[in-house]
């Protein structure tokens, strides 16, 4: 059965840890030279008017399966300048960014490492190591990095972090939501950056998530519940998927100062994101892709 078929009968925490918040991904490839990066001399930050990702760098990370099928690892393919190249990560391993500096986080049972990998240059410099295990992490607008965080023996969820710009210790900027009965224990947390350092935070269930969003200096805007995952902010608004349980679903526009407030954009979509323009990118069911200017959709 292909992916996307069987994705569309399972739970919301499994679309959500299986990617499908973008369109449909490439096949794996199989021609990626092992890499092992040197670290970066000067600074790996990005020069005045560079964007955060090179038009011409992509990145994906795959899986690597034992021969029982068990996670043995993770891979990062990374492709620039004409070059595709492969680094091996341990099991628990992320990376995100929108381009040539990619910010992976690799934890071994013992360290989470935080690292910026330059894909234009070919090299990587370490930010920090944490004795809690880091989850995931994104890069602020505003050059701090934001890090989600559970205990390393307990697993409990710790929040999430955010650590300044150039360095030193990060700070807890939102504890762990309380348990709820309608939602369930939490499965999945997806941290996106917003514009002038904010953060949007969601914490997904089985079939629905909670979802908050803060300013650029930490100040509480608001928070959504019941939603399927998010695909982003657009206009000062949260762009969600409908917590319908699988394909199609809704997309929806919702205030997050008022969630109330919620207008659908589409009625049914099975893939959908924002790209880099904050337009809605989606597949219909007939299979045919449309691209919507949200700032003439439903607001």
């Known amino acids: 059965m292909e992916l996307a078929r069987c994705l569309g009968y399972a739970p919301l925490a499994v679309l959500v840890a299986a990617g499908t918040l973008g369109l449909a991904r490439p096949p794996a490839i199989a021609g990626a030279a092992p890499w092992a990066p040197a670290p970066c001399t000067g600074t790996a930050t990005r020069p005045p008017g560079r964007p955060l990702l090179a038009r011409s760098t992509w990145f994906r990370l795959e899986p690597v399966l034992d021969a029982s099928g068990t996670l043995a690892g993770q891979r990062l393919i990374v492709g620039a300048g004409g070059r595709v190249r492969s680094l091996a990560l341990p099991p628990e391993s992320f990376a995100s960014g929108s381009g040539g500096m990619i910010l992976v986080g690799a ?62 210790p990060a700070g807890r900027i939102l504890p762990a939501l309380p348990a709820d009965p309608a939602f369930g224990p939490t499965f999945t947390t997806q941290l996106l950056a917003a514009d002038g350092g904010g953060v949007v935070v969601a914490s997904c269930g089985e079939q629905a998530c909670r979802t908050r969003v803060l300013d650029g200096v930490g100040g509480w805007i608001g928070e959504v519940d019941g939603t399927g995952p998010v695909l982003g902010l657009a206009n000062g608004r949260l762009v969600v998927r409908d917590a319908c349980g699988g394909w199609p679903c809704a997309v929806l526009s919702v205030d997050p100062a008022h969630p109330a407030d919620r207008r659908t954009i589409v009625t049914a979509a099975v893939h959908a994101a924002l790209d880099v323009m904050g337009r809605l990118v989606y597949e219909s069911p007939d299979g045919s892709t449309h691209t919507l200017d949200l700032a003439g959709a439903a607001r």
Do not use: K, Q
């Not at 990998?117 to 295990?133: N, Q």
């Open 107 to 168: 934890d071994d049972g013992a360290g989470s490492v935080l690292r910026v990998l330059d894909a234009a240059r070919g090299c990587t410099m370490t930010l920090a190591t944490e004795p809690s295990v880091v989850r995931s992490a994104v890069r602020a607008s505003d050059g701090s990095i934001l890090e989600h965080r559970v205990d390393r023996t307990t697993r409990a969820d710790l929040g999430v972090w955010r650590r300044p710009r150039g360095g030193g």
